[in-house]
């Protein structure tokens, strides 16, 4: 799929969705991160069919897979965001709602998917608060709130290539003010732990940090209330020459004491990776550029078969690895 999408789209939106930061040696750490670890079996431990079904933050979903949030949907396929919520319907998972998505969230809530929406914080906290307003008026579960952005990476590629907006007739839609206009999302580094907390006092939706890798980082949202992590450097697209973020989950996953579901995104490409990542504590995994390739390959139906093999390969891995659910999954299986 990944092949498809890029015979399929105009190169600078390729790269827009296929770069990272800098060198993108972080992008390419996320893949290596997983191709360094090997499974250690278990055998004869009765099986029978695997039952991959799990339940984060009261959500229940068909695999312990979502979807990660993503910009621009539409950039890649006409089907857009829209199209991606159907696929996460039809199978069963969660989409995490972009908040630079190019349809509004109603329209994807309309789909029925179930919907986490993702939030960067905003020093504009009354705007803040209407965009949060709008998601959970709109059905969603959660608010993943992205942390590692207090400036905007500097993608490479982009910068070659000019890609600074999006094109006529597409638009930033959850960034919509009462009166229509479309705002641009604010990157602020004054931005700290106090704005996380005075969030999680003007929602009732749990509050999920997406972009920890520091273990006292961990702590502390924990400490400020969080109600779950996801460990990410942002598919390597902010700093370039951070850690992978399979090689900071345990740590992570440490700090986080079994206080708050922990999960973790990037570089994650087939069942085998999933299952690594689950062994080594993760309680989901979220997938980003997998989505996109899909999307741009095939649309709605791309989405939908992208995930049903990705849920063939986990089941079989499983199965082979000796686990029938993913609690069964621990630490001792990964060398």
């Known amino acids: 799929m990944r092949e498809k999408a890029r015979a399929a789209l105009d190169p600078v939106r390729w790269d827009f969705f296929a770069g990272g930061a800098g060198e993108e040696r972080t992008l390419r750490a996320n893949e290596q991160a997983y191709e360094r670890r090997r499974i250690v079996p278990r055998v004869l431990r009765g099986t029978g069919a695997r039952d991959l079904r799990t339940t984060v933050l009261g959500t229940e979903m068909a695999m312990p897979v979502l979807i990660a949030p993503t910009a621009f949907h539409r950039l890649a396929h006409p089907d857009g965001e829209a199209g991606t919520a159907t696929a996460a319907r039809r199978t069963g998972t969660v989409m995490v709602v972009s908040m630079a998505a190019t349809q509004p969230v109603e329209e994807i809530a309309a789909t029925g998917a179930a919907l986490w929406f993702q939030l960067y914080p905003q020093p504009d906290e009354a705007f803040q608060r209407y965009v949060v307003a709008r998601a959970e008026a709109a059905g969603c579960r959660a608010l993943v709130v992205t942390v590692d952005s207090p400036v905007l990476g500097r993608r490479e590629r982009d910068l070659r290539n000019g890609f600074t907006d999006l094109p006529a007739g597409f638009a930033c839609?959850?960034?919509?003010?009462?009166?229509?206009?479309?705002?641009?999302?604010?990157?602020?580094?004054?931005?700290?732990?106090?704005?996380?907390?005075?969030?999680?006092?003007?929602?009732?939706?749990?509050?999920v940090l997406k972009g920890i890798l520091h273990p006292a980082d961990a702590a502390e949202a924990v400490r400020h209330g969080a109600d779950g992590i996801i460990v990410s450097n942002h598919g390597g697209r902010q700093l370039d020459g951070a850690v992978a973020t399979l090689d900071a989950l345990p740590g992570v996953v440490a700090a986080a004491g079994g206080r708050v579901p922990v999960l973790v995104d990037g570089g994650l490409r087939r069942g085998t990776d999933v299952l690594v990542a689950l062994a080594l504590g993760a309680d989901?995994?979220?997938?980003?550029?997998?989505?996109?390739?899909?999307?741009?390959?095939?649309?709605?139906?791309?989405?939908?078969?992208?995930?049903?093999?990705?849920?063939?390969?986990?089941?079989?891995?499983?199965?082979?690895?000796?686990?029938?659910?993913?609690?069964?999954?621990?630490?001792?299986?990964?060398a």
């Open 284 to 334: 989901a995994v979220l997938l980003g550029r997998p989505v996109l390739w899909a999307l741009a390959a095939g649309g709605a139906h791309g989405v939908q078969q992208m995930l049903e093999t990705l849920r063939t390969d986990l089941d079989h891995t499983m199965a082979l690895a000796g686990a029938k659910r993913p609690a069964d999954l621990t630490p001792d299986l990964v």
């Open 173 to 207: 839609e959850n960034m919509r003010d009462a009166t229509g206009a479309v705002l641009s999302i604010a990157m602020d580094p004054a931005l700290g732990w106090d704005h996380i907390a005075r969030l999680r006092e003007s929602t009732r939706l749990p509050v």
